[in-house]
């Protein structure tokens, strides 16, 4: 590969990093055609992108970018697939997913909500555990409404109360 390939490609990878405020590394070696294809189609599905990097090439790309990566490049060994998404923990669950079949890719570093994860026996269940700011948001929202929920509830419930104790007075009479 040409030097100016390389210089463009790098700044591709740092345009990329810039752009998807997650990305995750995965190792993908063993994968098949078909797998590889099968996991490609399913990233785009969920609006994953997908890309098979050299290591060294992704390194310069995060040395270019703005934030601090050095955690993370203890992992860039062997093959590396990168998954850029603006959703924290779809990666994650995707990866879940696509590996209980056939047990690849195999997590090794991720760059989500602003901190870096590296290595770990149980970094894929952390890391679908991770509520993305939607769901956050959605969870601030129920608490929120709970509290209103109940007392319109209760003035429902006592208006109907105090109406039938009223009908049934009135029909005493």
């Known amino acids: 590969m040409k030097k100016e390939d390389k210089s463009a490609l790098i700044q591709d990878l740092a345009a990329s990093v810039k752009e998807y405020s997650h990305f995750y590394v995965a190792d993908t070696s063993g994968m098949n055609a078909g797998m590889t294809s099968n996991l490609r189609r399913l990233c785009y599905d969920q609006g994953v992108k997908l890309l098979v990097v050299k290591n060294t090439l992704f390194i310069k790309a995060l040395e270019q970018s703005e934030g601090n990566y050095s955690e993370?490049?203890?992992?860039?060994?062997?093959?590396?697939?990168?998954?850029?998404?603006?959703?924290?923990?779809?990666?994650?669950?995707?990866?879940?997913?696509?590996?209980?079949?056939?047990?690849?890719?195999?997590?090794?570093?991720?760059?989500?909500?602003?901190?870096?994860?590296?290595?770990?026996?149980?970094?894929?269940?952390?890391?679908?555990?991770?509520?993305?700011?939607?769901?956050?948001?959605?969870?601030?929202?129920?608490?929120?409404?709970?509290?209103?929920?109940?007392?319109?509830?209760?003035?429902?419930?006592?208006?109907?109360?105090?109406?039938?104790?009223?009908?049934?007075?009135?029909?005493?009479?």
């Open 72 to 173: 993370l490049y203890s992992t860039l060994k062997g093959t590396s697939a990168i998954f850029f998404s603006n959703t924290g923990n779809l990666p994650a669950k995707l990866i879940k997913d696509f590996s209980k079949k056939t047990k690849k890719p195999v997590l090794k570093g991720a760059f989500v909500e602003e901190s870096v994860y590296a290595g770990g026996s149980n970094l894929l269940e952390t890391l679908v555990s991770i509520k993305s700011k939607e769901e956050l948001i959605g969870d601030v929202i129920a608490l929120l409404q709970s509290p209103m929920k109940n007392v319109v509830s209760a003035l429902q419930s006592g208006g109907y109360t105090i109406h039938g104790l009223l009908k049934t007075l009135e029909e005493r009479k």
